[in-house]
């Protein structure tokens, strides 16, 4: 069994870290907010002041944070973990970052001595609670074979993408096409209920149709209900779709698309609904009185 620290322990990451612990492995936790680490701490985690204390000793390094910058405050600097790390150490990001920070990351760790794999997953909080995510991989296959049990303890699937920040800009494509996906799912019933139909008859034909994918299946029960409780928050959309976007000025890739579903999410950060479910954008489409 491995000495893993896990650095983040919000909607994702308290899932698998709990999983890990339920694997056997030895975990040390960290937290920004202790009151999470505390909880871990009740099935047999450790907890740490600073993610260097944290990583002190471990095989295997894991952060699941918000964005580029929170990712930046635990790997970096004096109290990072990369200053805590042991050469030789398997450094793993699984956060939704842009392909550039991780490729930051992983040269910051090469100098340590370490191996980084940019490891984002994808599914939602119950695939995590439950062991079942699937993670996109960039970097060496060597280190991915020393991560696999780790990784697998997590989740059911590896898909090894390339080098470091291509398992990053596999997350971005797969979320910029979620994303629009679930706005036009929005937009539609916003539509039906505008136009006096029966939304739950009109999502249960939907379900039979050619145009529904398994989100659709999973995310219409939550939107006829208005349950905003966020599987995925949408300010962290909003952010995917900005790095989504900035990679395609970079690789002088239009994305007009995404650049209307990423400003209709703005108009929900600026009345306040960020840290609600992406569904909240039913409110934002409500036909004015």
Same mark, same amino acid.
Request: charged fraction near 15%.
């Given at each position: 069994?491995?000495?893993?620290?896990?650095?983040?322990?919000?909607?994702?990451?308290?899932?698998?870290?709990?999983?890990?612990?339920?694997?056997?492995? =030895?975990?040390?936790?960290?937290?920004? =907010?202790?009151?999470?680490?505390?909880?871990?701490?009740?099935?047999? /985690?450790?907890?740490?002041?600073?993610?260097?204390?944290?990583? +002190?000793?471990?095989?295997?390094?894991?952060?699941?944070?918000?964005?580029?910058? /929170?990712?930046?405050?635990?790997?970096?600097?004096?109290?990072?973990?990369? *200053?805590?790390?042991?050469?030789? /150490?398997?450094?793993?990001?699984?956060?939704?970052?842009?392909?550039?920070?991780?490729?930051?990351?992983?040269?910051?760790?090469?100098?340590?001595?370490?191996?980084?794999?940019?490891?984002?997953? =994808?599914?939602?909080?119950?695939?995590?609670?439950?062991?079942?995510?699937?993670?996109?991989?960039?970097?060496?296959?060597?280190?991915? +074979?020393?991560?696999?049990?780790?990784?697998?303890?997590?989740?059911? =699937?590896?898909?090894?993408?390339? *080098?470091?920040?291509?398992?990053?800009?596999?997350?971005?494509?797969?979320? !910029?096409?979620?994303?629009?996906?679930?706005?036009?799912?929005?937009?539609?019933?916003?539509?039906? +209920?505008?136009?006096?139909?029966?939304?739950?008859?009109?999502?249960?034909?939907?379900?039979?149709?050619?145009?529904?994918?398994?989100?659709?299946?999973?995310?219409?029960?939550?939107?006829?209900?208005?349950?905003?409780?966020? *599987?995925?928050?949408?300010?962290?959309?909003?952010?995917?779709?900005?790095?989504?976007?900035?990679?395609?000025?970079?690789?002088?890739?239009?994305?007009?698309?995404?650049?209307? *579903?990423? +400003?209709?999410?703005?108009?929900?950060?600026?009345?306040?609904?960020?840290?609600?479910?992406?569904?909240?954008?039913?409110?934002? !489409?409500?036909?004015?009185?």
């Amino acid at each position: 069994m491995k000495h893993i620290a896990f650095l983040g322990l919000g909607i994702m990451g308290r899932g698998m870290a709990h999983n890990l612990l339920q694997s056997g492995h =030895t975990l040390t936790v960290y937290n920004r =907010t202790s009151a999470r680490a505390e909880e871990l701490a009740h099935e047999g /985690a450790q907890v740490a002041a600073s993610p260097r204390a944290a990583a +002190e000793n471990a095989d295997v390094i894991i952060s699941m944070v918000a964005d580029d910058h /929170a990712a930046r405050a635990v790997w970096l600097g004096e109290e990072g973990a990369l *200053a805590g790390a042991q050469p030789g /150490a398997v450094c793993i990001d699984s956060s939704t970052l842009s392909p550039a920070c991780m490729r930051e990351l992983a040269q910051h760790a090469a100098a340590r001595g370490c191996a980084f794999l940019d490891a984002p997953v =994808t599914g939602s909080k119950a695939q995590a609670e439950n062991g079942e995510l699937i993670f996109f991989v960039g970097g060496d296959a060597d280190a991915i +074979e020393r991560a696999r049990p780790v990784l697998m303890a997590m989740g059911k =699937t590896i898909h090894h993408l390339g *080098a470091n920040g291509s398992g990053a800009m596999m997350k971005l494509i797969n979320n !910029l096409i979620g994303g629009v996906e679930q706005l036009v799912l929005v937009e539609g019933i916003a539509l039906a +209920e505008a136009s006096g139909m029966d939304t739950a008859q009109v999502a249960s034909v939907l379900t039979q149709t050619t145009v529904s994918p398994i989100l659709f299946q999973r995310k219409l029960p939550q939107l006829l209900a208005r349950n905003y409780n966020a *599987a995925f928050s949408l300010r962290l959309m909003h952010k995917d779709m900005t790095y989504a976007l900035a990679e395609g000025l970079d690789h002088h890739v239009p994305l007009p698309t995404v650049a209307a *579903a990423r +400003e209709i999410m703005h108009i929900g950060l600026a009345q306040g609904l960020g840290e609600q479910d992406v569904m909240v954008l039913r409110e934002v !489409l409500q036909p004015a009185k």
